[in-house]
């Protein structure tokens, strides 16, 4: 097939001429002259392009709120794009959301003010009940320099309050929504402009032939580093390979859960909650919502940076990844796949398929997140913390970070500081004080090298004063500094 076909609100759009590089917010704009649709950072930051996108699932049809901005045009092969002009009323006036915006004086200057609407539609949508919190959660990646948010809460509190959720077009629409959807899939995509070439896989098999086909192919998942590419960049990313649409399995087997190298963050959120609940809080500052719905954590790891921010969890909790090339696979420690900086353990026309994480039901399991600014931004120091402790005495410590090293790594010093040891806080103490041996980190713009020495250290003794007996009484917030 060579075109790329989806829906934009309530027109179904064929495109032949599609390069790897075009974003969805520059035809948007552009070509649509749909212009509600703001540009402010394109760098997926500050949400004013936020828009709805809906997709297939086994459950359904999903909307999310993702970013146009780096959300690149192959990637919306058989979805729903849904952007601020399509919002009404049920008579056709305004949306309930867009009424209590206006009610509660939620906008000032405006530019912000489509992306916050948009995100308030997806949170309004699918949990009308949300309080502060959830909005709070949900307003993550949306900057808003005028108004100090209380307003736009308690807009978002009212349009809850207000429902109408059944009369809503998206609800009205889906099952014809879905139908049109499902009859857009099945086949491999080939897309060009010119030299620039895309390519939507039709399966991970068809994923695993283009692959050999195409060894030096850029593979895109949910693009919140890839988009940045092209918009920050100007990188040549042709031809690439689109895959976000990919290995969504999600499986718990006894004490292990399989994650798809395609499922997102937000999608693999319940998983996390559920099994791994001391790590729920660090999933949330993933990103913010836009991202979370995008972002894969297969390509989270298979982008290799050193402050990503899964990876140090995921390594503390001893997981590995499959990696597949053709109809061949091998597994392996996550943490052996990283090599060097920029170096993965990935072999030519092979990918990240699947990760397996255990389930540590007994052990003592932290994840914290030290960055410049609380929600939505990139991380300085990231720590995955995990204990066992047999009768007051540590059996077994892994201790892995971001932001310390050229790789994520682990603290072998400190986790050698720790094992055999009474559980006290005299053993945390001297961990602390061996990640001097373990780490010797760079100054770069969001750290210098001995902050994030300390922050390291400094959350050691964190995790002794939350896990000690009996403990804090309250644990100390994410956003409250070592």
């Known amino acids: 097939m060579t075109q790329l076909r989806f829906l934009l609100n309530d027109t179904e759009v064929a495109l032949t001429e599609v390069g790897a590089s075009d974003t969805l ?82 906008s000032q200057c405006g530019f912000c003010t489509p992306g ?10 699918t949990n009308p009940d949300a309080g502060a919190a959830e909005i709070e959660t949900a307003l993550q990646g949306n900057i808003c320099r005028c108004t100090g948010y209380a307003p736009i809460i308690r807009a978002a509190l009212a349009a809850g309050a207000a429902g109408g959720q059944a009369q809503d077009a998206l609800a009205r629409e889906r099952e014809t929504v879905a139908a049109r959807l499902t009859g857009m899939r099945g086949a491999r995509v080939s897309l060009a402009r010119g030299a620039d070439r895309a390519l939507v896989p039709a399966d991970t098999d068809d994923l695993a032939a283009a692959l050999l086909e195409e060894p030096g192919a850029t593979l895109v998942a949910g693009a919140t580093d890839v988009g940045l590419w092209v918009t920050k960049f100007m990188r040549d990313i042709s031809p690439a390979i689109f895959i976000g649409h990919l290995m969504k399995e999600i499986t718990v087997e006894g004490d292990l859960i399989r994650l798809g190298a395609g499922v997102t963050y937000s999608e693999a959120a319940p998983v996390i909650a559920r099994h791994i609940p001391q790590a729920a809080e660090y999933w949330q500052r993933i990103g913010g919502w836009q991202v979370r719905n995008a972002g894969t954590i297969g390509a ?9 921010d899964t990876p140090p969890l995921l390594i503390a909790l001893d997981a590995r990844i499959v990696l597949r090339r053709g109809d061949q696979r091998r597994e392996m420690p996550l943490e052996a796949f990283f090599i060097d900086y920029g170096k993965q353990d990935r072999q030519s026309g092979e990918f ?86 373990d780490f010797q980190p760079m100054t770069d713009m969001r750290a210098s090298a001995e902050y994030r020495a300390t922050v390291a250290r400094n959350l050691i003794r964190r995790f002794w004063l939350e896990q000690s007996e009996p403990g804090l009484p309250v644990r100390l917030r994410q956003s409250e500094g070592v």
């Open 352 to 437: 990240v398929e699947e990760i397996v994480i255990p389930i540590h039901r007994q052990a003592r399991i932290a994840a914290y997140k030290i960055s410049k600014r609380r929600d939505s931004d990139i991380t300085s120091v990231a720590a995955g913390i995990r204990v066992d402790v047999a009768d007051g005495v540590i059996t077994g410590a892994r201790l892995a970070f971001g932001g310390m090293a050229g790789t994520p790594k682990r603290a072998r010093a400190a986790e050698a500081a720790l094992v055999g040891q009474p559980f006290a806080e005299a053993a945390f103490d001297a961990a602390a004080r061996a990640i001097a041996d």
């Open 300 to 308: 989270n790891i298979a982008n290799g940076s050193p402050i990503g």
């Open 25 to 106: 917010l520059d035809h948007l704009r552009l070509t649509r002259r749909l212009t509600g649709t703001k540009e402010g950072c394109a760098e997926g930051d500050c949400g004013a392009c936020t828009v709805l996108s809906g997709r297939l699932t086994p459950d359904g049809l999903v909307y999310e709120p993702i970013n146009a901005c780096i959300r690149l045009m192959a990637s919306c092969h058989a979805t729903h794009i849904v952007t601020i002009e399509h919002l009404r009323g049920p008579e056709g006036g305004l949306h309930p959301v867009q009424a209590a915006m206006v009610a509660h004086h939620g």
């Open 116 to 125: 916050i609407v948009m995100a308030l539609y997806g949170l309004w949508m």
